[in-house]
């Protein structure tokens, strides 16, 4: 790692190590080639948001938690870039959770399958964690996409009531929600197809949420879901938050 990124008291640590942990991944094999320009749209929101937990993301975390302990058959889908930065905290929630993940990616090719399904194994084996790894061998479709994207894990994806996908695209986040699923999703552009789409939208940065998450889980056990939820205004306060960092 740079000088920089080792240096937790310097003012961009956390955004130097994300990039270290990209890099890491990159050269391991893991990421699609856009993965870096997608972490860079999320850098520029995350800096506009203050580089924190905003309250409103914190109530759509303890939202979701409620949604993800309470399903029938909750599911977390894994891509590139998740695993790339939140590997053990996301297997860390799932183990919590008792639910399986399923590695799901766009851009996909027997190599980078292989290199994060391996990568999840290790990172599984290493922290001694109880969690199915699902992904390798696809057996279903998700309805109203096309090629190789839609390509599911029966056990896991298709048959979920409840599912996570931190930063998702929107034609899949669409997809989703048509199928009648609860969908939530990580993604610190708040004006983006998938955050506008889905039924929880957390504008936040995915580690600081898997953080948040597996502490509210430690601490209280579970959330309880709020009947007053309103997924609409959540996202509304979130980009009122951004409008406010222009004007001050
Ligand atoms: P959509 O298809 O939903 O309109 P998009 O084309 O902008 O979105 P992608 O390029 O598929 O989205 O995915 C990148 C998205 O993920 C961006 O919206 C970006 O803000 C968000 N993002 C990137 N890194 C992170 C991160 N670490 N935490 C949370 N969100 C992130």
Do not use: W
């Not at 942990?21 to 999320?42: C, D, T, Y």
């Not at 520029?44 to 303890?62: K, M, V």
């Not at 034609?171 to 789409?197: F, H």
């Not at 953080?211 to 979130?238: C, K, P, R, W």
């Amino acid at each position: 790692m740079s000088k920089i990124a080792a240096d937790p008291t310097h003012p961009r640590y956390q955004s130097l190590l994300m990039r270290h942990r990209l890099e890491v991944a990159e050269q391991k094999g893991l990421l699609a080639g856009s993965a870096l320009i997608a972490h860079g749209r999320g850098e520029a929101f995350d800096y506009l948001i203050g580089e924190q937990t905003i309250p409103s993301a914190l109530q759509a975390t303890r939202q979701a938690l409620a949604y993800l302990s309470a399903a029938k058959r909750p599911v977390i889908s894994l891509n590139g870039n998740v695993v790339a930065l939140a590997g053990k905290e996301i297997l860390t929630l799932a183990h919590h959770l008792r639910c399986p993940v399923e590695v799901n990616i766009f851009y996909r090719t027997p190599e980078r399958m292989e290199a994060l399904l391996s990568h999840l194994e290790e990172i599984k084996q290493h922290e001694q964690l109880d969690v199915t790894i699902l992904g390798a061998e696809p057996d279903a479709r998700i309805p109203g996409l096309e090629g190789p994207r839609a390509n599911c894990v029966r056990e896991g994806i298709f048959e979920s009531d409840v599912i996570l996908v931190p930063l998702e695209d929107g034609d899949r986040c669409e997809a989703l929600v048509a199928m009648g699923k609860t969908v939530i999703v990580i993604d610190l552009n708040p004006l983006s197809r998938t955050a506008q789409m889905a039924t929880v939208t957390i504008v936040d940065e995915l580690t600081r949420v898997v953080n948040n998450m597996n502490n509210l889980f430690e601490s209280i056990g579970q959330t309880s879901l709020s009947h007053t939820y309103d997924n609409q205004d959540i996202v509304q306060q979130a980009l009122d938050h951004i409008l406010s960092f222009f004007a001050s």
